[in-house]
């Protein structure tokens, strides 16, 4: 499981790809997600620095910066790492 952040959890093996959120391609991706209400916003109001992509199409935008989540996917993660990249 993959914490993105303020108690929420994606199975890692369901998880296709980590991405920024700053390009335009990624957007359109956010957008058709949200029409066909496969959405998944956890970032709890704050900015949206990332997006998870799983394989069952659905897209997950979380608040901590996409470096900071794949770090935290292969087990590298340290909490004070986290709140360097995060803040």
Do not use: W
Not at 23 to 36: L, T
Not at 62 to 70: G, N
């Amino acid at each position: 499981m993959l914490n993105i952040g303020y108690g929420n959890i994606v199975p890692l093996n369901r998880i296709i790809a980590i991405v920024s959120s700053d390009s335009a391609p990624i957007k359109r991706m956010i957008h058709e997600g949200q029409k066909s209400g496969k959405l998944v916003d956890a970032t709890y109001g704050r900015k949206t620095r990332s997006v998870v992509i799983t394989d069952s199409g659905h897209i997950v935008l979380s608040a901590f910066t996409a470096d900071s989540l794949a770090k935290r996917a292969d087990g590298s993660y340290s909490e004070t790492a986290a709140k360097k990249n995060d803040d």
